[in-house]
């Protein structure tokens, strides 16, 4: 059975940083695209960044460009997702999906992805 856990989330002044953990358990993660999704109350689902399977190509989302990281270790099942330089507006909940394709991850929205973990709450405030 496939299984995504988030971990990491917290409350962090603005300009702050946190680390967000991807635990998966019943599949290999380097097999798999691994995204990175938020959603604030009241908007829809957004994707942050995405690392792709094959060749660990990423990508990010223009609002996180240059303060957001997503990396991936293989020896402990897990992808991470750095978060620098914190903004209110980084406040949601933030989810970690897997998704079965070798193509480079930064095409497939969120409906596609059809493993997700229960998510973890970020929240930015002084």
């Known amino acids: 059975q496939l299984q995504l856990v988030e971990s990491g989330g917290g409350l962090v002044k603005p300009g702050g940083s946190l680390r967000l953990s991807c635990a998966a358990s019943?599949?290999?993660?380097?097999?798999?695209?691994i995204g990175w999704f938020r959603q604030a109350p009241g908007k829809e689902r957004e994707r942050v960044s995405c690392i792709s399977s094959s060749d660990g190509r990423t990508n990010y989302a223009d609002s996180v460009k240059d303060r957001f990281t997503i990396s991936r270790d293989n020896a402990k099942n897990t992808v991470y997702l750095q978060m620098n330089s914190l903004k209110p507006e980084d406040t949601a909940v933030y989810y970690c999906?897997?998704?079965?394709?070798?193509?480079?991850?930064?095409?497939?929205?969120?409906?596609?992805?059809?493993?997700w973990g229960q998510g973890t709450q970020v929240t930015v405030s002084s």
């Open positions: 019943g599949f290999t993660v380097g097999n798999y695209a």
């Open positions: 999906a897997a998704l079965h394709t070798d193509y480079y991850c930064s095409g497939y929205p969120p409906e596609v992805y059809d493993n």
